[in-house]
């Protein structure tokens, strides 16, 4: 049974089977139009069929499949098929319903696209244990073995191996206690799961669960570790899985279990299935608690639902359970957010009959949605009456009267704002400073920005990595790579490490600049110190290698991102759409799009420009244009995207026949 937990694919995000809308109609007319209507104009080198199959559930081409075929005959020469004939084969998506890629002939790119999928797709797996201490746990291990050795020595020396981190070790030791006879502690056990789902380890995780299971007893708590470790590594159907072995060996979820699988669910968006895990709860009797609300309160807001964020407070009311601030605060953020500023006065003002008086961070919301706004009256209305009911302002309050003048250009207000904190006894935090230190970037005084550093920390305020994040994005976009990675090697030094926000500026400086060793060794030293890529990483490596036409690599960093846990985006996708097509490789630019949609990621107005765009300028321009009137007749472009197209395509008929001989050669 465990063995499956192991080879498990992780969840991809797709809807559950009962929540799937019927496939032609989330995908949208649109998408469908393109494909029909692709295939219509260009027979020669694209055959798109249609398979409606709306009750699919698999993340194969349920609906749609892209089909490339070639025709023989003395038709019309594709000037598609002598463009895919420089490549050595063509190029698919290896689990995204393309086939795995070949890497370019140029040995410098093959080097290149190496290096960043070996960096990436270790995804921080690459800290193994020097040799010396595998040997020296082996040793140990096989010394133990051999001498009778008691069972409380050997739980010492298992518990120290946990604590110092050194879990493989501390396998070595637990598999020796039970071939010894000794049953396996269940503390020490969950430290063990806990620890190898860290390190991203799961085989050996769920390794020690099965010892556990076999020659223990594991209890509640282990189980909720792994049911943990299997969220956190977004294979939720591999933590169903447990929630029903746990059941089936006669334990019953508590509210932990339910926590967990909840707020894992709405991290990663899937509120409906994360509201039936609470129905679930209910029903097994377990009392929901209020930060349960409040996680599926953030994440119904996150997704524009405030009329069912309201509900959900009326439901723990009638539950008996009492919001506290945090989550009146939640959906009054949610309310400014959506622009509902009258109704987000309105529920502060309740509050005082529902028991709770709005605190700092209610007035502090309500003011920032004002002064966003340019509602500079209301918002010194709102302190006065903040004051007036003895609630203070805080550095918080002066950040948002600081952040807004900055972006108001009244950087000379500011200094008075900072002196009347000061006189207040507040002390302004880097948090505080970040917006001026961001106005001086804007205007271009970046010695000034640097300079106000130093004042900072002469101020009593040391500057965080928001702060020199700021600075390294403002030189490498003037041009100043050089002066950014001189204050980049010395952050750790100002005991302000970078994080993964600041590799990805260095990274993208130091490609753009030419220096593509330099970026793919900061991209490696990132994971070697344990900052894990995030989508802006992929993103940024998708996007310069397919700005140096190495598409084929970009397109297995694709299938890396998933690998790594991150769920492509319409923007990726985008990236590597216009890197196919600016290559004119229209054929395997449609089959992404179809890839793009079996992941349930729907293609935006972006998506569809740069197909029409890809096929006009490759020397198609009247089809191109028939095929932006079908998309335009079902409002998948706007009309400016649409007046755009017009305006190009015709243009591209004085320069086809140069086109089409520059591709033929």
Same mark, same amino acid.
């Given at each position: 049974m465990w063995s499956s937990f192991v080879q498990m694919p992780m969840s991809r995000g797709c809807p559950a089977e009962d929540q799937r809308v019927h496939y032609e109609q989330w995908v949208g007319p649109e998408y469908k139009r393109v494909t029909t209507v692709a295939a219509k104009l260009l027979p020669q080198s694209l055959h798109v069929t249609a398979h409606p199959n709306p009750s699919s559930h698999q993340t194969s081409a349920g609906s749609f499949r892209v089909c490339i075929s070639s025709h023989g005959g003395n038709h019309r020469r594709n000037p598609l098929k002598a463009a895919a004939s420089a490549e050595a084969k063509p190029t698919h998506l290896q689990n995204h319903g393309i086939k795995e890629t070949h890497l370019l002939k140029s040995s410098s790119r093959q080097t290149s696209a190496l290096s960043c999928r070996v960096c990436i797709s270790s995804n921080g797996n690459c800290r193994r244990k020097p040799p010396k201490a595998a040997a020296s746990a082996e040793a140990r291990a096989t010394q133990l073995q051999n001498n009778d050795v008691k069972e409380t020595h050997l739980m010492k020396v298992l518990n120290r191996s946990c604590k110092a981190g050194q879990y493989n070790e501390a396998l070595y030791f637990l598999e020796l206690m039970v071939n010894k006879g000794y049953r396996p502690d269940v503390i020490l056990c969950t430290k063990l799961i806990k620890g190898f789902f860290n390190s991203r380890d799961v085989e050996k995780a769920v390794r020690v669960m099965q010892i556990l299971e076999k020659f223990g007893e594991p209890d509640l708590f282990s189980y909720n570790a792994l049911i943990s470790g299997f969220c956190k590594a977004n294979r939720i159907d591999s933590a169903n899985k447990v929630l029903d072995r746990m059941r089936s060996r006669g334990f019953s979820p508590d509210v932990v279990t339910y926590y967990i699988m909840i707020g894992s669910l709405c991290g990663r968006g899937k509120l409906g299935l994360a509201l039936k895990v609470l129905d679930q709860l209910v029903k097994d009797n377990c009392r929901p608690t209020v930060i349960t609300y409040m996680i599926l309160i953030e994440a119904m807001i996150l997704e524009g639902g405030i009329d069912e964020a309201v509900n959900l407070l009326d439901d723990m009311l009638s539950r008996g359970l009492k919001p506290d601030m945090n989550t009146y605060n939640a959906v009054v953020r949610g309310m400014?957010?959506?622009?509902?500023?009258?109704? =987000?006065?309105?529920?502060?003002?309740?509050?005082?009959?529902?028991?709770?008086?709005?605190?700092?961070? $209610?007035?502090?919301?309500?003011?920032? =949605?004002?002064?966003?706004?340019?509602?500079w009256e209301e918002g010194e209305k709102l302190v006065s009456n903040m004051c007036w009911r003895g609630c203070e302002p805080n550095v918080v309050t002066y950040s948002i009267l600081i952040s807004t003048l900055c972006r108001d250009g009244k950087v000379e207000d500011v200094v008075n704002v900072l002196k009347i904190m000061k006189d207040k006894g507040l002390t302004p935090d880097a948090y505080s400073y970040d917006p001026l230190v961001s106005a001086f970037c804007k205007e271009g005084r970046l010695d000034l920005a640097i300079e106000f550093l130093d004042y900072m920390i002469s101020d009593g305020c040391l500057p965080d990595i928001v702060n020199y994040n700021t600075i390294l994005a403002a030189l490498c976009k003037s041009g100043k790579a050089d002066q950014a990675l001189e204050i980049f090697e010395n952050l750790g030094e100002v005991g302000c490490?970078?994080?993964?926000?600041?590799?990805n500026t260095m990274f993208s400086a130091l490609w753009n600049c030419g220096d593509r060793v330099r970026a793919l060794q900061m991209v490696s030293e990132m994971v070697s110190k344990g900052i894990d890529p995030d989508e802006i990483t992929y993103n940024s490596l998708i996007s310069c290698l397919c700005r140096d036409r190495m598409v084929?690599? =970009?397109?297995?960093?694709?299938v890396d991102m998933e690998s790594g846990g991150f769920q492509p985006t319409v923007i990726s996708y985008n990236?590597?759409?216009l890197g196919l097509c600016k290559t004119r490789r229209i054929i395997d630019a449609i089959e992404l799009l179809a890839a793009m949609v079996e992941k349930v990621c729907r293609p935006n107005e972006t998506t569809y420009t740069l197909l029409i765009e890809g096929i006009g300028f490759a020397g198609w321009?009247?089809?191109?244009?028939?095929?932006?009137?079908?998309? @335009?007749?079902?409002? =998948?472009?706007?009309?400016? $995207? @649409?007046?755009?197209?017009?305006?190009? @395509?015709?243009?591209?008929?004085v320069y086809k026949e140069l086109t089409l001989s520059e591709i033929k050669n």
């Open positions: 400014c957010r959506e622009g509902m500023l009258d109704r =987000a006065f309105g529920l502060v003002r309740s509050l005082d009959s529902k028991g709770c008086s709005p605190n700092v961070v $209610s007035y502090n919301i309500l003011l920032r =949605a004002l002064l966003n706004r340019g509602k490490p970078p994080n993964v926000s600041s590799y084929n690599e =970009a397109i297995g960093l694709l990236i590597v759409l321009s009247a089809e191109a244009m028939e095929l932006a009137n079908s998309v @335009f007749s079902l409002r =998948a472009i706007s009309e400016d $995207s @649409f007046g755009r197209l017009n305006r190009t @395509f015709p243009m591209l008929d």
